[in-house]
């Protein structure tokens, strides 16, 4: 059953680990194709954020986030390997940030292919997101190992 567990974990990770050696891969001077497609989304979500709330995003190098998604991808998924709950939510840290910005189905209309493609990633992230949750609940809800005392056993005396 152990083997299974870690088999998973292994399969499981694979999305997150293929897919930050790729942007790795092609980071280069500019970030590379990830920061382009994450430059217009971040700033159409941060003028949104702005908007509704009053706060302003904190303006940074989009190739930064890139790399810390990449880091956060990396290193999260080698934890979460081994069973990691840093891991898990290196991964799941990784998650919230990036869903709701690269996935923004809610900008376009319903009618638009665009918005079908959008949703359709935007909930297998979702579910990927929920695994992880899951993950991390069951890790916190399973009762740790005590080292039980040996009792030492008194002879009987009649």
Not at 10 to 32: H, K, T
Not at 55 to 83: M, S, T, W, Y
Not at 145 to 155: C, D, E, G, H, P
Request: net charge positive.
């Amino acid at each position: 059953m152990a083997f299974l567990s870690f088999f998973g974990r292994v399969l499981f990770v694979s999305v997150f680990i293929l897919s930050a050696w790729q942007e790795f891969q092609d980071f280069g001077e500019d970030g590379g194709a990830a920061a382009k497609s994450l430059s217009p989304k971040f700033h159409t979500a941060s003028k949104h954020f702005t908007t509704r709330t009053g706060l302003k995003v904190p303006d940074f190098e989009i190739k930064i986030a890139v790399a810390a998604v990449i880091a956060f991808k990396g290193v999260g998924g080698l934890l979460f390997i081994f069973g990691s709950t840093i891991g898990a939510t290196l991964l799941l840290v990784q998650q919230a940030f990036v869903t709701p910005i690269l996935y923004d189905f809610y900008n376009y209309d319903l009618d638009k292919a665009e918005f079908a493609q959008l949703f359709v990633k935007f909930t297998q992230n979702l579910a990927l997101f929920g695994a992880l949750l899951f993950f991390i609940g069951m890790k916190n809800s399973l009762p740790r190992r005590t080292i039980k005392k040996k009792v030492a056993t008194k002879s009987k005396t009649n």
